[in-house]
């Protein structure tokens, strides 16, 4: 698989881009030549500059050590909701589609109720009824996400569970459990990891969304929404304050959505070439 994976040059490429937002998220603390909240307001607004290599915003804080201590909360939001999202849909989509019935009804119809509303507004919704903060906005993010996977699950637990390897496993006295854990979640993570490459970008564009608006974190915390929202008055004449954060969620959305390309042609045999 990773010589499949090796072969396509976009993915390679988006996978480059996110290992170096994750280094820079990690060593952060490192890089940063400036504390990303310590204000200079005789130098704000300050154009990109030898000192200042991306400028200063209107308090006089670096945009470049903000920005990389953006990428901590940016990435780490991602994954957040990620794991969260995807494990309530997992555990739902795959008792769902092993246990059918009404139980499956039950759940399906629930999952129904959260896709007929918009994601963005639901999730404003939420955000707004559980207070601007950048924990809840997770959890806004979270409650509109899981329903994506629990349906992708369950149509493919509903593939399966009829397969006869399942079949087998009934027939020797497996329980149900281990069925569920040992036989058919392993055979459903193909599609979750492409599922979950792809939301990764989302999520990220998402929870900047709800900063941006205000129901997300909160100023004086460096996160790329924020710092677009707080630049966006200055935008046609200090061009860099919105510039910069916007470019680095471009690079960073866009690796994820390479790398679920990649991963999508490499685990799906029809896509192969």
Do not use: C
Not at 1 to 16: Q, S, W
Not at 214 to 235: K, L
Not at 253 to 264: H, M, P, S, T
């Amino acid at each position: 698989m990773l010589r499949r994976f090796a072969k396509e040059k976009t993915a390679v490429f988006g996978l480059a881009v996110i290992v170096f937002f994750a280094l820079v998220a990690v060593f952060a603390p490192l890089l940063t030549p400036y504390d990303p909240l310590a204000q200079d307001i005789p130098n704000g607004l300050a154009p990109p500059s030898a000192e200042h290599w991306l400028g200063t915003d209107k308090l006089g804080r670096d945009i470049f050590s903000r920005m990389l201590y953006g990428a901590r909360i940016s990435l780490g939001a991602g994954l957040g909701v990620v794991l969260m999202a995807g494990l309530v849909g997992t555990s739902v989509g795959i008792v769902a589609g092993y246990v059918g019935g009404w139980l499956d009804e039950a759940l399906m119809r629930i999952t129904d109720i959260f896709f007929a509303f918009p994601s963005l507004i639901l999730a404003m919704a939420i955000a707004g009824a559980l207070g601007p903060s950048l924990q809840n906005a997770l959890i806004a993010v979270s409650v509109v996400t899981w329903p994506v996977y629990a349906r992708l699950i369950r149509g493919q637990v509903i593939v399966l569970r009829d397969r006869e390897f399942v079949q087998a496993a009934r027939a020797v006295g497996v329980g149900h459990t281990q069925i569920l854990f040992r036989h058919l979640f392993p055979n459903t993570l193909s599609p979750l990891l492409v599922q979950a490459s792809f939301e990764m970008g989302t999520v990220i564009l998402a929870v900047a969304g709800l900063s941006f608006i205000g129901f997300g974190a909160q100023p004086p915390i460096p996160e790329w929404g924020v710092m677009i929202s707080e630049g966006r008055n200055y935008i046609t004449t200090h061009w860099w304050l919105t510039f910069f954060p916007a470019m680095a969620m471009l690079f960073a959305v866009a690796g994820f959505n390479l790398v679920g390309d990649g991963l999508r042609d490499v685990l799906d045999p029809r896509l192969r070439r």
